[in-house]
């Protein structure tokens, strides 16, 4: 099972690019990486998912690796409504499973 | 849609009782989970089920039993509170394949 790794704790002044970075050095060739977040313990919110090639929606930015070893979230203008816990996910194939780590808690700054 | 739709939102449980944490979704989603999570860290799985009468066991799922009669709910069943089982307890939804799991807004649930 792919997991993920993830650095505990980061900060980000308002208005410039948070980058999020995350290992998943035994991804399956098959495997998508997701990114979530939570606020206040609310239900995880989804934000993007690849596979291998960069994407990109109105809430970020995802830059995948070409190994897929690593990625990288990038939330172009923080706000401070972007203060929330990060996480980066494997999905496991067995029933669609999702293993969350500890995430990162990225905390923006005024 | 309400989308994935938890109740309650919060509860207080004595030892030894038993209670069920009601989850529902109205987007017509094959795969639905139950997670905990405790303070400070991240979610873990305790059951899941691909379609309407096929349930099977996450990482966590000592004390805990699930039903699937329905493509709708997926209700959790605590038989024997125990205070290691006070958590935020969220159930999520999702079409399979590859597409992203929607979760409800938690249950919050503390066992004195």
């Known amino acids: 099972d792919a997991k993920t790794t993830q650095p505990p704790s980061m900060d980000c002044a308002e208005g410039r690019a948070a980058n999020l970075p995350c290992n998943h050095s035994?991804?399956?060739?098959?495997?998508?990486v997701y990114w979530y977040r939570q606020i206040h313990s609310q239900g995880p919110q989804y934000i993007i998912h690849g596979l291998k090639n960069n994407e990109t929606n109105e809430m970020a930015s995802l830059i995948i690796t070409e190994d897929r070893k690593s990625s990288t979230l990038i939330l172009p203008h923080a706000t401070l409504r972007d203060t929330a816990v990060y996480y980066c996910?494997?999905?496991?194939?067995?029933?669609?499973?999702?293993?969350f780590g500890t995430g990162t808690s990225l905390t923006v700054i005024p | 849609n309400a989308g994935v739709t938890q109740t309650p939102k919060f509860r207080i449980l004595k030892i030894g009782q038993s209670m069920t944490l009601q989850c529902t979704q109205d987007m017509n989603h094959n795969y639905m989970y139950w997670y905990r999570q405790d303070p400070g860290m991240g979610l873990k799985l305790i059951y899941y089920s691909v379609g309407a009468g096929i349930t099977d066991k996450g990482e966590v799922p000592n004390g805990y039993n699930v039903s699937r009669s329905t493509t709708e709910d997926f209700p959790l069943r605590l038989e024997l509170a125990a205070p290691s089982q006070t958590s935020v307890y969220f159930c999520?939804?999702?079409?399979?394949?590859?597409?992203?799991?929607?979760f409800g807004d938690g249950t919050r649930l503390s066992i004195l």
């Open positions: 999520a939804s999702t079409t399979g394949g590859w597409q992203p799991q929607h």
């Open positions: 996910i494997v999905r496991v194939n067995t029933g669609n499973q999702f293993y």
């Open positions: 035994t991804i399956s060739g098959n495997e998508y």
